[in-house]
């Protein structure tokens, strides 16, 4: 779709990319704003989390992952098979209603439940789209339009990351639900807003012949696991920092108006730096930024060890603000890798390993660092944390010698 379009087909082309970042940022900013405030709900404690608590609130906030992985390729499939639009409203009207009914209640097993299913419509929606901005770009600016939906997936993640942490500063402990009301208020706008956008759009045209079984011969392919395998990892990280960073923060005093503005200020980092990452990649190769984008993760694994061992001293945090916008790079030029790899009968399916592989690293993250933090305390954090970048510059290395050996014209896009 490279080149000029008619003036109907760039309207078009325009309100599907809108339907799909407006609807990517709702979702985003409710579940940034109720991970933020999840520890401290369930356990009605704002300042800090004891011991024996940080196993209950891993399990429950475990749950999301846990049916996102379950069920993303299924959903993936259906996407494929039936149309994208359909797998995404039915997501986001699903995140509202199970959003409202976390309002109701602070009983663990519910939320677990809950957020079960929560995982099951989080994986239908980014697979389909996912899935809806590879169909609507063309492979020369796939890595600028990946970009534009990592800037508005992050933005809404750490947006409301932002609004969760200054909740739990200014909203007493036991009014927290009316943060799952407000996120089940956005979801609901993020789906009429996406409706009125895709009202009128050509529909994906289904996949008559697609069988399953054969799309997951392309999904678990060797250069589709050198692109997914990475973001496991990385998600390791992520999901356990998202889960308790804010009782954390709470608990050594660290105001939470204070890492909010913080978390704010990266959100709007985010919206400037993907694209552009993005549009490097379209020039310069996506094997090349997503180099870039792990040698900044592993810093990051480095600097935060010496933040556990030494504190938050001056030198180390330049040392972490370094490393943040390198980290950056590899998310539009990992998701344009992914999409060039797809084809375009199963590229729901094939995308949707993206969000399997973040489900499974947020379940194995929380497991094995709560599980090494409880046994070995802090070293257990070292640990954690080295085993991340060694895992890292492995895979990083096996992806650059794929590309390197891979003959010319093996992929439609080149992506080194």
Known sequence: MSGALEPAAASSRRRAFLAVFSSTFFVRFAFGITTAVFASYITRSTAGIGQGEVGVVGLVSAMAPVGELATVLLSGAVADRYGRFPVLFAGIGGSAVIFALKATTRWPLALGTLNLLFGVASG?????????????????????????????????????FAFGFAALGLVPNSELWFVFAVGAVVLAIGLFSARSLARGLPPHAAGANYVFRDVLGHVFRRSVLLVTLPWLVIYMLIGTALIFLGSAASGVGVPTE??????????????????????????????????????????????????????????????????????????PAALAALADLSVEISRATTMAIYSLSISAGMVLGLVASTGLFAYFGNPGLYLFFGSIAVALVVLTILRYRETSLRPEGALRTPVR
Not at 141 to 155: I, Q
Not at 299 to 322: H, K, P, T
């Open 258 to 331: 204070l890492l909010a503005g913080v978390i704010a200020v990266g959100g709007l980092l985010l919206v400037v730096t993907q694209p552009y990452f993005g549009r490097l990649s379209d020039r310069w190769g996506r094997t090349r930024l997503m180099t870039v984008g792990a040698i900044g993760f592993t810093s990051l694994m480095i600097f935060a060890s010496l933040v556990v061992a030494f504190g938050a001293r001056v030198e180390i945090l330049v040392g972490l603000g370094v490393s943040v916008p390198a980290a950056l790079a590899y998310g």
């Open 124 to 160: 239908a929606i980014l697979a389909a789209s996912l899935a809806l901005i590879g169909d609507w770009s063309g492979a020369n600016e796939r890595g600028f339009e990946m970009g534009r939906f990592d800037a508005m997936n992050l933005f809404g993640w750490v947006g409301g």
